[in-house]
Protein backbone atom coordinates (compact mmCIF):
# COMPACT_ATOMS: atom_id res chain seq x y z
CA UNK A 1 0.00 0.00 0.00
CA UNK A 2 1.69 2.54 -1.45
CA UNK A 3 0.64 5.75 0.83
CA UNK A 4 2.96 8.18 0.19
CA UNK A 5 3.43 8.84 -3.63
CA UNK A 6 6.49 10.75 -5.59
CA UNK A 7 5.34 10.26 -8.66
CA UNK A 8 8.75 12.33 -10.60
CA UNK A 9 11.47 9.55 -9.88
CA UNK A 10 13.61 12.50 -11.61
CA UNK A 11 13.48 16.27 -12.35
CA UNK A 12 16.64 18.32 -14.01
CA UNK A 13 16.78 22.19 -13.59
CA UNK A 14 19.00 24.82 -14.48
CA UNK A 15 20.95 26.69 -11.26
CA UNK A 16 19.31 29.52 -10.62
CA UNK A 17 15.88 28.36 -11.54
CA UNK A 18 13.17 26.84 -9.11
CA UNK A 19 12.84 23.19 -8.48
CA UNK A 20 9.51 21.89 -7.28
CA UNK A 21 9.07 18.27 -6.43
CA UNK A 22 5.35 16.77 -5.72
CA UNK A 23 4.34 14.19 -3.25
CA UNK A 24 0.86 12.85 -2.91
CA UNK A 25 -0.95 11.09 0.06
CA UNK A 26 -4.00 8.53 0.39
CA UNK A 27 -4.41 8.54 4.18
CA UNK A 28 -6.62 10.81 5.20
CA UNK A 29 -5.08 10.85 8.97
CA UNK A 30 -1.56 12.27 8.24
CA UNK A 31 -1.06 15.62 9.70
CA UNK A 32 2.68 15.83 9.80
CA UNK A 33 4.92 15.61 6.59
CA UNK A 34 8.86 16.38 6.14
CA UNK A 35 11.48 16.31 3.65
CA UNK A 36 14.21 14.71 3.05
CA UNK A 37 17.16 14.60 1.28
CA UNK A 38 19.71 11.87 0.16
CA UNK A 39 23.18 12.29 -1.06
CA UNK A 40 25.15 9.10 -2.63
CA UNK A 41 26.32 6.94 0.47
CA UNK A 42 24.62 9.03 2.90
CA UNK A 43 21.51 8.74 5.29
CA UNK A 44 18.40 10.96 4.32
CA UNK A 45 18.82 13.82 6.22
CA UNK A 46 15.92 16.40 7.33
CA UNK A 47 14.99 19.15 5.09
CA UNK A 48 11.67 20.78 6.28
CA UNK A 49 8.59 19.94 7.83
CA UNK A 50 5.00 20.67 7.63
CA UNK A 51 2.06 20.05 9.97
CA UNK A 52 -1.97 19.91 9.14
CA UNK A 53 -2.87 23.18 10.39
CA UNK A 54 -0.06 25.27 8.40
CA UNK A 55 -0.54 25.47 4.29
CA UNK A 56 2.66 26.80 4.06
CA UNK A 57 6.53 26.54 5.49
CA UNK A 58 9.51 28.22 4.67
CA UNK A 59 13.48 27.95 5.49
CA UNK A 60 15.72 29.74 3.58
CA UNK A 61 15.58 29.05 -0.15
CA UNK A 62 13.19 25.54 0.80
CA UNK A 63 9.40 26.24 0.33
CA UNK A 64 6.61 23.42 1.78
CA UNK A 65 3.49 23.79 0.72
CA UNK A 66 0.60 21.56 1.91
CA UNK A 67 -3.05 21.19 -0.40
CA UNK A 68 -4.80 19.01 2.18
CA UNK A 69 -7.65 19.03 0.40
CA UNK A 70 -5.97 17.29 -2.76
CA UNK A 71 -3.22 15.50 -0.52
CA UNK A 72 -0.57 17.01 -2.00
CA UNK A 73 2.27 18.98 -0.73
CA UNK A 74 5.12 20.15 -2.81
CA UNK A 75 8.54 21.42 -2.11
CA UNK A 76 10.06 24.58 -3.44
CA UNK A 77 13.53 25.33 -4.22
CA UNK A 78 14.48 29.15 -5.14
CA UNK A 79 17.02 29.52 -6.49
CA UNK A 80 18.18 25.93 -7.26
CA UNK A 81 22.28 25.02 -6.74
CA UNK A 82 24.10 22.41 -7.94
CA UNK A 83 24.69 21.71 -4.42
CA UNK A 84 20.73 20.76 -4.16
CA UNK A 85 21.66 17.71 -6.72
CA UNK A 86 20.40 14.83 -4.49
CA UNK A 87 17.79 12.61 -4.14
CA UNK A 88 14.50 14.08 -2.17
CA UNK A 89 12.00 11.73 -0.11
CA UNK A 90 8.85 13.02 0.95
CA UNK A 91 7.42 11.48 4.40
CA UNK A 92 4.34 11.75 6.41
CA UNK A 93 2.57 10.44 10.01
CA UNK A 94 -0.19 10.10 11.93
CA UNK A 95 1.45 11.50 15.28
CA UNK A 96 3.47 8.52 15.62
CA UNK A 97 7.11 7.89 13.54
CA UNK A 98 6.33 4.43 13.73
CA UNK A 99 3.19 5.21 11.44
CA UNK A 100 5.75 7.05 9.11
CA UNK A 101 5.62 6.81 4.88
CA UNK A 102 7.74 7.29 2.89
CA UNK A 103 7.88 8.69 -0.74
CA UNK A 104 10.10 6.46 -3.41
CA UNK A 105 11.78 9.59 -3.76
CA UNK A 106 12.59 12.00 -6.66
CA UNK A 107 16.45 12.85 -8.04
CA UNK A 108 16.81 16.41 -8.58
CA UNK A 109 19.91 17.29 -10.65
CA UNK A 110 20.88 20.89 -10.58
CA UNK A 111 22.85 21.98 -13.82
CA UNK A 112 25.56 24.60 -13.61
CA UNK B 1 29.08 14.38 17.08
CA UNK B 2 28.42 11.08 15.69
CA UNK B 3 24.69 11.11 15.37
CA UNK B 4 24.16 7.76 14.44
CA UNK B 5 26.53 4.95 13.08
CA UNK B 6 25.81 2.18 11.78
CA UNK B 7 28.65 -1.16 10.46
CA UNK B 8 29.57 -2.23 8.26
CA UNK B 9 28.75 -0.29 5.14
CA UNK B 10 29.14 -3.36 2.76
CA UNK B 11 27.67 -6.96 3.09
CA UNK B 12 27.78 -9.64 0.59
CA UNK B 13 26.08 -13.04 2.28
CA UNK B 14 25.73 -16.10 0.80
CA UNK B 15 21.81 -17.39 1.13
CA UNK B 16 21.36 -19.43 4.67
CA UNK B 17 24.19 -17.02 6.47
CA UNK B 18 23.45 -15.18 9.16
CA UNK B 19 24.81 -11.49 10.14
CA UNK B 20 24.12 -8.54 12.56
CA UNK B 21 23.97 -5.32 11.26
CA UNK B 22 25.41 -2.83 14.31
CA UNK B 23 23.56 0.69 15.20
CA UNK B 24 24.46 3.48 17.98
CA UNK B 25 23.48 6.80 18.43
CA UNK B 26 24.97 9.19 20.79
CA UNK B 27 22.01 11.92 21.12
CA UNK B 28 20.36 9.94 24.08
CA UNK B 29 17.35 9.04 21.66
CA UNK B 30 14.68 7.01 23.22
CA UNK B 31 13.25 6.23 19.96
CA UNK B 32 15.38 4.29 17.24
CA UNK B 33 14.45 2.72 13.96
CA UNK B 34 15.52 -0.04 11.11
CA UNK B 35 14.22 0.64 7.79
CA UNK B 36 14.92 -0.77 4.46
CA UNK B 37 15.18 1.05 1.21
CA UNK B 38 14.41 -1.50 -1.79
CA UNK B 39 15.06 -0.04 -5.50
CA UNK B 40 12.32 2.53 -6.76
CA UNK B 41 10.45 2.45 -3.35
CA UNK B 42 10.11 3.95 -0.07
CA UNK B 43 11.51 3.27 3.30
CA UNK B 44 9.42 0.60 4.94
CA UNK B 45 9.97 0.01 8.94
CA UNK B 46 10.97 -3.49 9.77
CA UNK B 47 11.11 -2.39 13.62
CA UNK B 48 11.22 -0.05 16.27
CA UNK B 49 11.96 0.29 20.09
CA UNK B 50 11.00 3.04 22.32
CA UNK B 51 13.78 2.30 25.06
CA UNK B 52 15.74 -0.06 26.42
CA UNK B 53 14.38 -3.31 26.47
CA UNK B 54 11.00 -2.44 24.52
CA UNK B 55 10.95 -3.44 20.77
CA UNK B 56 7.85 -3.87 18.57
CA UNK B 57 7.34 -5.10 14.80
CA UNK B 58 7.24 -2.15 11.78
CA UNK B 59 5.54 -2.85 8.78
CA UNK B 60 7.86 -5.38 7.04
CA UNK B 61 9.58 -7.65 10.25
CA UNK B 62 9.47 -11.22 8.46
CA UNK B 63 13.63 -12.34 8.87
CA UNK B 64 14.37 -10.05 11.20
CA UNK B 65 15.12 -9.87 14.90
CA UNK B 66 15.96 -7.25 17.19
CA UNK B 67 17.33 -6.12 20.49
CA UNK B 68 17.37 -2.84 22.94
CA UNK B 69 19.98 -3.84 25.82
CA UNK B 70 20.84 -0.40 25.99
CA UNK B 71 19.75 3.36 24.45
CA UNK B 72 22.34 3.83 22.66
CA UNK B 73 22.77 0.50 20.48
CA UNK B 74 20.17 -1.12 18.11
CA UNK B 75 21.36 -4.08 16.34
CA UNK B 76 19.24 -5.57 13.70
CA UNK B 77 20.21 -9.29 13.35
CA UNK B 78 19.01 -11.43 9.82
CA UNK B 79 18.58 -15.05 10.35
CA UNK B 80 18.78 -17.39 7.53
CA UNK B 81 19.45 -14.77 4.67
CA UNK B 82 17.32 -14.52 1.92
CA UNK B 83 18.17 -13.32 -1.71
CA UNK B 84 14.44 -10.85 -0.72
CA UNK B 85 16.63 -9.26 1.88
CA UNK B 86 18.98 -7.74 -0.44
CA UNK B 87 18.75 -3.90 0.32
CA UNK B 88 19.91 -0.64 2.07
CA UNK B 89 19.36 -0.91 5.23
CA UNK B 90 19.35 2.42 7.28
CA UNK B 91 18.57 3.03 11.25
CA UNK B 92 17.63 5.92 12.71
CA UNK B 93 16.18 7.58 15.83
CA UNK B 94 14.10 10.48 17.43
CA UNK B 95 13.99 12.47 20.59
CA UNK B 96 10.21 12.04 20.44
CA UNK B 97 8.03 9.50 19.27
CA UNK B 98 5.52 11.72 16.85
CA UNK B 99 5.39 14.93 15.01
CA UNK B 100 9.75 14.57 14.89
CA UNK B 101 11.92 14.21 12.42
CA UNK B 102 14.66 11.46 12.53
CA UNK B 103 18.10 11.19 12.46
CA UNK B 104 19.85 8.38 9.73
CA UNK B 105 22.58 6.59 9.97
CA UNK B 106 24.54 6.25 6.61
CA UNK B 107 23.43 2.85 5.56
CA UNK B 108 24.50 -0.59 5.13
CA UNK B 109 24.32 -2.12 1.61
CA UNK B 110 23.70 -5.79 1.85
CA UNK B 111 23.67 -8.35 -0.89
CA UNK B 112 22.53 -11.99 -0.37
CA UNK B 113 23.82 -13.98 -2.94
Request: net charge positive; aromatic share 12%.
Amino acid sequence: DQQVKQNSPSLSVQEGRISILNCDYTNSMFDYFLWYKKYPAEGPTFLISISSIKDKNEDGRFTVFLNKSAKHLSLHIVPSQPGDSAVYFCAASAGNNNDMRFGAGTRLTVKP
Amino acid sequence: NAGVTQTPKFRILKIGQSMTLQCTQDMNHNYMYWYRQDPGMGLKLIYYSVGAGITDKGEVPNGYNVSRSTTEDFPLRLELAAPSQTSVYFCASSRQTGYEKLFFGSGTQLSVL
